[in-house]
Structure formats: C-alpha cells, structure tokens
C-alpha cells in the first residue's frame, strides 16, 4: 500500500504555494483593461433617499461612470434560498432586496452609488463628491422593541418586522406545557447569543469580465460555493443563463459561512463589466467588511427544562427571538429554524420538546450562517441549562448529563430528526482522562495560592452536518438541493484529476480528497490532483459548508472512483483474458486470483486511451466517470469539551488555562487536519465566548466596525488545546463513514468557556448564575459585585 | 508622479508612485509581489508584513515613498536558494500551523524577525510577540508550535493532539 492513504496525516501540499507567496486570491487577479469600482455606502441605519447627486463626482479625474440604484431598475433582486413556513401553515415575509438602494436605506453600509473609475484611489475620491440627501427615520435595533406594536417598520410593504414565528414541533406544544407544568423541578434561563463578525482574513473581492466576442460573463470571487453563486446570480439577479456565465472561486482565504452568500458587489461587478465593457474589480477594505458581509448568531433565548423527581429530563421548551437583520442573506430563515430547532434534543432523551422562533428584521447588517450556523444557539443554551439545573439540584453536572444520554442507536429525536449512531459516555470518559479532571481540584488549589479563582466547565455537544437530504431540505423550504458532485479522470499514462464541487478555503481538500481516492486504487497520493472552484471545468456542486465536504463531497467522489475501478476491471479483465470476477485490485495492480497474471494501473489506463487490444463491443473507450450523491441523513458528529480558567477577583479578567475536547467523527482521513479544524473552532468559540462583540447603538450605528473596536482572539489570549477523536462510531450511510469537523469546535466550546467562568465564581462565593457572552472583564466585575 | 526606489528580496526596483501609495500596494500592484496581504485597514491584522532593513514592518502602515533606498523582504523572498522551503516555512508545513493561507505570509514573516531577536522564544513570547498577527483558522495552537521547532525546540511536550 501506497504512503498517505485514508488515516495518514500527509503533510499539505496547498500549503507550499502559500508559504512561499504563489497562492492565487482574488485580489491577486488583475485582468487587462481592469476598472475599479468603489461604493459609498449608508452612514445611517434608516432614512429616506430623497437624492443622490452624482454630478460633480462624475467630472473627477479618471471616474468612467457612476450607478446608482435607477440603473438597476430592470435588475432582479438578491434571491432568498430558503422559505420558512410559520406556525400558521403561512410563508415567512420576504422582503426585496435591492442591489443598490432605492428608495430607503435600511442599515448602515447598504450601497447607495457605485462609482467605476480607472484606479481604486480615483474611484474613492469621486466617491467623496456624491450629494446624498437621506431624511434620516428612526432605526429599529432592538428585537423585541421591533415587534412593538407601532414599531418602525424596516419594511414598508410588509405588515410587520416579524419575518415568522416558526414553532417545531407544533404538535408538542401542549405536552411539553404540561409536562412542565407536572415536573418535580423546573430550570430556566434568559441568555443571548451574541452577534459576531465573522472575519475570515481574506475580505472579500468580485472581478467581473465580459467577453463581447462570446457573450461570455466571468465572475472571479471570494466563496465557498462559485455553483450557487452561478445560479442565484444567474437566474434570480443579472438573468444570464449558466452556460454564459461562469464563477471562479480561487484560493479564498477563509470563509466560516461568510462567503456562502450572494451579494450585492458579486452581482454589481458582473453586470458593470457588460455594460462598460471591461472588468470591474472590488476589493472589499475590512471597514466596508464588518459592515456589509453577514454577521452571525445574534438570539435572544428563554428556555426551561423540566426534571422529574430523578433528574431525568422530561421536556424542553425555548423561545428564541433571532435577529435577521435589514434584508434576508442567502439562507438566513433556515439558521435559527431547522438548523437550530432541530438539535434542541442534544444528546440526550428528553421526550418532548417544543422550539419557538420569532425571526425579525431590524436596521442591521443581514445575518447568516456563521460556523456551526444554528448549531452553536442550540447547544449554548442546552448545555448553559444543565449546568445551571445541575447547580440547582446539587448534583454532579457530568453525572446529571450521563444519566440522560441517548445510548441507543438509532435515535429518533422529538425534533424530528435521527441520530444514526454514537457514543456519548465515550467521548465524556475520555474527556475525563485527557483533560485530567482528577487533578482539578490540586490546580484549583494552586490557583487560589496565586489569589486567582479558578472553574471547570464541562459540556457535551452534537451537531448535524453532511448537508442535507434533498428530499428532506426541500420539505422544510430549501430551494436548492444539496446532493455533492465529482468527476474522475483518469489520464491515459494513470495520472488522476478529480474535480469536484466542494471548495477548499482552508480546509486542506486537496491533500485529503486525494488520500481517499490513493487509498481506493493504491497509487501514490502524488498521482492524483483535486481540482475545484471553477465553474467551468468542475461538475455543478453545492459547495462547502455545514462540515459537508468530506461527508458529501468525498462520498460522491468514492462513488465516481467506484465506477472507474468497475470499468478498469473490465479492461483489465479483457487485457488478462479472465472472467471480470476473478479480478483484483490491489495497490495499484490488477490480478487474477489464484494465478501470476496481473497488470498494471498505467497499463489500463493506457488501454483504455489507446484502446487497440480493447472490449470496444462492451464498453467505450476513455475513463471518466462523474457521481451525484445525495446523502440519506444528516451526520451527526458529537462529544464532550472541558475548559479550566483562572478569573482575577480583582478585575474580573478571565484566562483559559486549559482546553480539552473529544469529538466522535467516526472515520478520519488525515488527523492532522482534523486537530486543526478543531483548534481552530476552539478559538472562535473562545472568542465568542471571552472577547467577541458586535454592537449596534440604539440608532443603528455599528459601533464595531475594525479590529481597533471588535476583538478578534489572538495567540496570548488562548492556550494549548488538547484534542483527541479516537472515539469513532463511524457513521452508517456515506461509503467513507465521515461525519465531517470543520464546525464542532465552534459548537461544542461556548459553553464549556462559561460553565468554567460560573464555576469559578461560585468557588469563590459568588452567587452568579449566568452572564452574557462575551465574558469581559467588566462584565464579570459587575456581576461578581452582585 | 514621485519615483521610489528600493531594493526588494535583492532585486533593485523602481517605479511611479502617487504621494499617498502605501507600501504594500507598491509591492502588490507595481511589482505584482502578490505574496504581501492586505487583511484590514488598521494595521492590526499583520497579514502584510514584510522586512524593512531587517525589522518587522507592517507595510500598509508606511508609505512607499518612506522605503526610499531601503531594503524590502517579502515572503516570495523567503526560502532556500535552491527552491526549498527554508526552516520557517518548513515547520509551517510539518506542523500544520496554516490553513487558508492568508495570514500566512505575515506569520511567517513576523516568526523571523522573532527569531532574529530572540533565538529561543518561550511559548509566552511568541504568543505575545504573535499579537499583531491575526490569524482566523488555526486557533494559534499549530503556529506557535511551529515556531517552537522552527528554533530547535522540542515541541512534543505540548498538549496532547
């Protein structure tokens, strides 16, 4: 057997090209002729657009034309993928969504002009000389205060700034009631999921080129998806047909869902390039970034819990106010409803459980899938809950959570979905060992020594991921499908091309991707290249999210490799003269059971391309093979997390000392990117939970809108993590039985971070029962002074 | 238009710059030195740093006309002379300490100087010395590890993976 097949930690190969400054990022394109556009964008949250004068801007040095809203009048609007169904049986609210603002503005950073000039310098300058006159309106920021009646409505030709109130299961309403009514003890909590930023380290850039001699339009751009971006821009905004129109999306650095979306300057770009004949490129500064790319989580939760006499849970109930923002981003209904909703059960066997979920418009930036998208909501809450239930009753929270664990496989939730299989007091007992909590108390010990309190908090989690079921996706409001796509080519001297519909920005695909199919034929992972992130010579693909691309992605390229095995055991079958059935493959040989006749991967694949001793009667020549797999369930990736911190009583700073995490993936690829998608949430996690903040004041103004103001985690304000997925119960239905880790570590860290805070607190005589993330100083000062 | 003139990974260079032209987009956009990132506008994410006569420099925070006559390396200058990666980017490599790549360059850039300062940095000295390297993807753990090796330390005493 090869090196570097399923199970190696094969050291990257993308990463030579970034080390040595040869990575190709959108903003490394520049293409001949190229124009630049700036936008300016709204410094208010909500007003009337009564004019925008563009008159004097367009007689500056070097400006070649200004657009504004009018221009688009004939343009479609930024298409909403998902529709929501409210607890009326009726669709959620569905606002337009303007490429350039018309007619209002409704948060700060919408666009108002686009001025294309010569260069970047030009174009900004012009900028500065367009009249804008905006009668400033009141701006609604506040969720609950935006469903006041007579509240500012974000939208005119709307009834209300509720989008839906979405209830699941609406069936389970009244026993869950009931159910909480009869409990022996009832636990509840008021919490927020705090608004972030995602902030991948590449802002985002648009290229747009039109080829008149074609008719041909080119996007280059920053996503983790170029095929939906193809078909949202395509058919809902510009209305170019797909075969005209092709995405690229090259090196991207960094998305965390940011870049799954459809935006305004991807569309703009496109669109200028035809009509001013030349390419038109944006480069987003990270000023215009924090107010234009969709932010994430931002609820507002209530949830009880309902114990019976022996701690068993009995029921679940939560009321989540989540916050859309001024416009529906790409998928945003579906983040808090069915990728939120449904993992309420976590791991445990909570009989009922009743979800509600208002989503509401406000002056704000839109919001969206953030890493975890909904997942990280769900298990904050549930897992803040136990420890505050576990805290109540006097008991053990990791023995409170054991005894409620869903232990047998299959699982149907009461949330309507089916946990194929598991092993939760797994992932907790090694947790147990690797975060060496026996020797917690002894540090507690030293930490008190040095005057400094000193927490625990433990959580398990579960995520959904390998998205989605089409089928399914499509019941629930989906409109798209997201099966995965790839195509195999094998070249004629045995050298292999996958090109698939996944996207790499990060996540190493073109090292693993290429493992997995080394491992299936037993060549060298050097023989193999993963192509991926152009339109134009990979296979339509849902692209890269929801931890979906090994699950998904991987699974369809395993079922288009198994089609080039089957017919290169045909040819190998015709070239030995033996029954196809007798045929072996085996590192990279075909043989013949039972006697010395084999032959080589090259020499069929040669065969196959120079086909003069060939089964032409049966089989065509050439070895290409393309798969779509549409997978039968979500997966469903879990485990259990442990943070120590230290909090100084004096100012009420708190330092993560310790970090350890146990996820079940099931079956790993390469563990060494595995360890580093993990790290890598754990961070985000400990930002959300420690540092990271996006505020609004009550006039809609982002008050964070650079890293001077929004603190991203740096290198000193997180440790050393202990990872660890030797607990593998490999899922049930893809071929490779992957679950997928690019989000667990996001998902299953918030709530360790501030169980751990909570725990310190307590240690030291503090009744704290909760604080909002994120954990700041002043807010854990305040709350210590009771 | 004012001229610059410097000397970049070795290399004399010349060009046409506006008054206001940052260094970074001189590098970028007159010398095509795509390697040098831009991540924000505030100098805080490091993403663009580069060497000025030896000492760690973010270049969007001086202008192109400050680096008259001076000697620039970026990351397309790194490396062995033979092509390989030169013991920095090496361990990068060995121990997964990047994954989108972005901040790469910058990160690489800033363990140098690091290095060219304080040959044995403690853990807690480059997590310090890291702070104006923002980095999104790896949570730290893996680069700071990297640096350890990077300057001949034994890095299998950190937590367990």
């Known amino acids: ?786 | 238009m004012p001229q610059v003139s410097m000397t970049v990974n070795g290399k004399n260079v010349a060009g046409e710059i506006e008054g206001r032209t940052l260094l970074v987009d001189f590098l970028r956009e007159n010398l095509g030195l795509t390697g040098t990132h831009v991540g924000c506008d505030t100098s805080q994410c490091g993403a663009c740093l580069v060497h000025v006569d030896g000492k760690a420099v973010k270049a969007c925070s001086i202008f192109a006309g400050e680096a008259e006559g001076a000697e620039i390396a970026t990351i397309e200058g790194m490396g062995e002379a033979d092509g390989t990666l030169d013991h920095v980017q090496q361990a990068f490599q060995d121990h997964h300490g990047l994954q989108c790549g972005f901040c790469t360059p910058g990160m690489v850039m800033s363990a140098h100087a690091l290095l060219k300062e304080n040959p044995k940095p403690s853990e807690a000295e480059i997590r310090h010395y890291l702070q104006g390297n923002i980095c999104r993807c790896t949570g730290y753990h893996n680069i700071v590890k990297a640096i350890m090796v990077a300057s001949g330390q034994d890095a299998t005493g950190i937590a367990a993976e």
């Open chain 1, 1 to 786: 057997m090869p090196d570097g097949g399923i199970g190696a930690s094969t050291k990257r190969r993308e990463d030579v090209r970034f080390l040595t400054g040869t990575g190709n990022y959108t903003d490394d394109i520049n293409l001949r002729g190229q124009t630049y556009v700036h936008f300016l964008r709204s410094d208010v949250a909500h007003g009337t657009l009564k004019s925008v004068d563009t008159g004097d801007a367009e007689a500056m040095p070097g400006v070649i034309r200004i657009f504004t809203g009018a221009d688009f009048e004939e343009v479609g609007g930024l298409p909403c993928g998902w529709q929501v169904t409210d607890r009326d049986g009726n669709p959620m609210q569905e606002p337009g969504h303007p490429v350039i603002a018309r007619g209002k503005v409704r948060h700060v950073g919408e666009i108002i002009a686009a001025v294309v000039a010569e260069s970047r310098d030009a174009a900004r300058d012009a900028a500065e000389a367009i009249i804008v006159d905006i009668d400033d309106l009141p701006a609604v920021v506040d969720m609950k205060a935006a469903l006041e009646d007579g509240a500012t409505k974000v939208h005119d030709d709307l009834t209300s700034n509720l989008c839906y109130d979405w209830g699941f299961v609406e069936d389970n309403k009244q026993a869950v009631d009931d159910a909480i009514e009869a409990a022996a003890h009832v636990t509840t909590l008021e919490l927020v999921n705090n608004r972030l930023i995602p902030n991948a380290m590449e802002p985002r850039v648009a290229v747009g080129d039109f080829n008149r001699a074609t008719g041909d339009s080119t996007l280059y751009t920053t996503s983790q998806n170029p095929h939906v971006i193809r078909l949202l821009m395509g058919a809902f905004v510009l209305g170019i047909p797909e075969h005209k129109l092709r995405v690229v999306a090259p090196d991207v650095g960094g998305g965390f869902g940011s870049k799954i979306f459809h935006y305004a300057e991807e569309a703009f770009c496109t669109f200028a390039a035809k009509a001013l004949n030349r390419p038109v490129k944006w480069t987003s500064t990270r000023g215009e970034a924090f107010m234009s790319d969709a932010h994430g989580r931002d609820h507002v939760t209530k949830i009880d819990l309902a114990l019976d006499k022996d701690n068993n849970f009995t029921a679940i109930r939560t009321d989540t106010y989540a916050n859309m923002g001024a416009y529906l981003s790409t998928f945003a209904p579906s983040i808090p409803t069915w990728l939120h909703g449904t993992l309420m059960a976590g791991n445990y066997k909570t009989p009922v459980i009743y979800v509600n979920v208002k989503a509401v418009f406000t002056n704000t930036v839109p919001v969206d899938a953030y890493r975890g998208a909904g997942r990280p909501e769900a298990t904050f809450q549930l897992e803040r809950l136990i420890d505050k239930a576990a805290r109540e009753l006097g008991v053990d929270p990791i023995a409170l959570r054991r005894q409620n664990f869903v232990t047998e496989f299959p699982y149907a939730t009461p949330v309507a979905v089916e946990y194929d299989t598991g092993d939760y007091n797994a992932t907790m007992d090694k947790l147990e060992e690797i975060a060496d909590l026996k020797g917690f108390e002894a540090r507690r010990k030293d930490s008190e020594k040095k005057g400094l309190l000193r927490g625990l908090g433990i959580n398990s989690y579960i995520e959904a991921c390998g998205i989605a079921p089409s089928n399914l996706v499509g019941q629930l409001g989906a409109r798209a499908g997201l099966y995965e796509s790839a195509t195999v080519r094998v070249n004629a001297t045995g050298g292999i091309t996958v090109m698939t519909g996944s996207h790499s920005h990060g996540q190493g695909h073109e090292t693993s991707f290429a493992q997995v199919v080394s491992e299936m034929i037993g060549i060298d992972a050097d023989m193999i290249e993963i192509e991926h992130g152009d339109t134009a010579n990979t296979p339509m693909g849902m692209g890269t999210y929801g931890s979906r691309s090994i699950a998904v992605g991987g699974s369809a390229m395993v079922r288009a490799t198994e089609k080039i095995i089957a017919k290169a055991r045909k040819i190998a079958a015709h070239l030995m003269e033996a029954s196809e059935a007798d045929v072996e493959l085996k590192d990279g040989q075909f043989s013949v059971a039972g006697t010395d006749k084999s032959v080589a991967w090259g020499d069929v694949t040669l065969a196959a391309y120079v086909p003069h001793n060939y089964p032409l009667d049966e089989i065509e020549p050439g070895l290409e093979e393309t798969a779509f797999y549409d997978p039968a369930n979500f997966t469903y990736p879990a485990g259990a997390y442990a943070c120590e911190v230290e909090v100084d009583p004096e100012t009420g700073k708190v330092t993560v000392e310790r970090f350890a995490a146990t996820d079940d993936f099931g079956n790993v690829i390469n563990p060494m990117i595995v360890d580093g998608q993990v790290h890598g949430g754990i961070a985000q996690g400990i930002g959300q939970a420690l540092l990271e903040a996006c505020a609004y004041d009550e006039d809609g103004q982002l008050l964070t809108g650079s890293y001077m103001d929004y603190a991203m985690p740096r290198a000193d304000d997180v440790p050393f993590y202990t990872v660890d997925h030797s607990c593998q119960t490999p899922c049930t239905h893809n071929p490779l039985g992957v679950k997928g880790c690019g989000e667990a570590g996001a998902i299953g860290s918030p709530p360790s971070v501030v169980n751990a805070v909570i725990d310190a607190l307590q240690s030291g005589g503090h009744d704290v029962a909760h604080i909002d993330m994120p954990l700041t100083p002043s807010r854990v000062w305040t709350a210590m002074q009771g």
